[in-house]
């Protein structure tokens, strides 16, 4: 085997995973913000109940959170083996935590 050839493939396979990585980032964040926006839009709209202005409460943001959050810990208490903090920061997207847990 060449090395010199080797080290060639090998970074431009490092640049091409690069490149993906971060261009997945870009299109998960775009989609995620465009997901935030919305579910605000439909939050103001019940909020809002056709009216210009609403008078905010705290009941459906407390209600949402709870109902969306109840799935999450669901599955996450699911597994035993983990502490709470190293499920929280792999599901972050942490790589290595073990310094903080």
């Given at each position: ?6 080290g060639e ?35 103001v709209d ?22 969306l959050t ?32």
């Amino acid at each position: 085997m060449n090395t010199l050839q080797y080290g060639e493939v090998r970074s431009q396979i490092v640049t091409l995973l690069q490149a993906a990585r971060a261009t997945s980032a870009r299109s998960v964040n775009a989609l995620m913000t465009a997901s935030y926006w919305e579910i605000g839009h439909r939050i103001v709209d019940f909020e809002q109940g056709g009216e210009e202005r609403a008078e905010y409460g705290e009941a459906l943001i407390k209600q949402l959170a709870e109902d969306l959050t109840r799935p999450v810990w669901a599955r996450v208490r699911g597994r035993q083996s983990e502490s709470d903090e190293a499920i929280l920061f792999r599901m972050a997207g942490a790589e290595d935590f073990s310094d903080t847990v």
